[in-house]
């Protein structure tokens, strides 16, 4: 199974209760229609370590800088505010983020 295969679906409540087992390597975060998931353990170091995946685009976000890339080629960069608001988040969601270079 590819990512490709993968659809998402936001029912806006979780039906698994908080008692429940869940991944504990592994954070999603839901922003503005936008799903990124962060792999604490992930063995790539590129673009940072960790990076945020976007699950719709398939780009991968660096968490000290907000540039954003696909195959390991630039594309643009974030505003800041949001690179702010996804590390707050996932910092409450216990990810150890890299040095913030903006």
């Avoid at 409540?13 to 087992?21: G, H, L, N, Q, V």
């Avoid at 353990?41 to 685009?57: G, R, T, W």
């Avoid at 080629?73 to 949001?82: G, H, N, S, V």
Wanted: proline share 5%.
């Amino acid at each position: 199974m590819s990512n490709d295969d993968i659809i998402e679906i936001d029912l806006g409540y979780s039906p698994i209760s908080d008692k429940c087992r869940r991944r504990l390597d592994e954070v999603t975060i839901k922003k503005d229609g936008q799903v990124w998931r962060i792999h604490k353990n992930d063995s790539d170091p590129f673009p940072s370590k960790p990076h945020a995946h976007n699950l719709e685009s398939r780009l991968k976000m660096d968490l000290s800088t907000g540039n954003l890339y696909y195959k390991n080629e630039f594309q643009e960069t974030i505003k800041t505010k949001y690179l702010f608001d996804l590390r707050d988040r996932a910092e409450k969601k216990g990810v150890l983020l890299p040095e913030l270079k903006v």
